[in-house]
Nanobody, 113 residues
Framework: QVQLVESGGGLVQPGGSLGLSCIASGFTFRWAVMSWYRQPPGKEREFIATISSAGGTTDYADSVKGRFTISRDNAENTVYLQMNSLKPEDTAVYYC??????WGQGTQVTVSS
């Protein structure tokens, strides 16, 4: 059974940092391209970042480029998203995605003073 479990969300002030984790099970993690998406309140889900199976290639949405970093640890079946210089518009539910309609349950990130 495929499982993707995100953690690390919470409330942070503008300009602050937060790190998300997603632990995967039920499939061969080291073969999977992993991504992060987010869904702001009242809006559609949007792509944030992706990382290749070996971790050598990454790509980001323009809205987060230079502020967010995606990484992975294939030995721990975990993908990470480090978020710096957070803005109120980064407020959203953040989802881990492993392709083939394999989604996590999401974790809430709220950026507010």
């Amino acid at each position: 059974q495929v499982q993707l479990v995100e953690s690390g969300g919470g409330l942070v002030q503008p300009g602050g940092s937060l790190g998300l984790s997603c632990i995967a099970s039920g499939f061969t993690f080291r073969w999977a391209v992993m991504s992060w998406y987010r869904q702001p309140p009242g809006k559609e889900r949007e792509f944030i970042a992706t990382i290749s199976s070996a971790g050598g290639t990454t790509d980001y949405a323009d809205s987060v480029k230079g502020r967010f970093t995606i990484s992975r640890d294939n030995a721990e079946n975990t993908v990470y998203l480090q978020m710096n210089s957070l803005k109120p518009e980064d407020t959203a539910v953040y989802y881990c995605y492993a392709g083939s309609a394999r989604w996590g349950q999401g974790t809430q990130v709220t950026v507010s003073s």
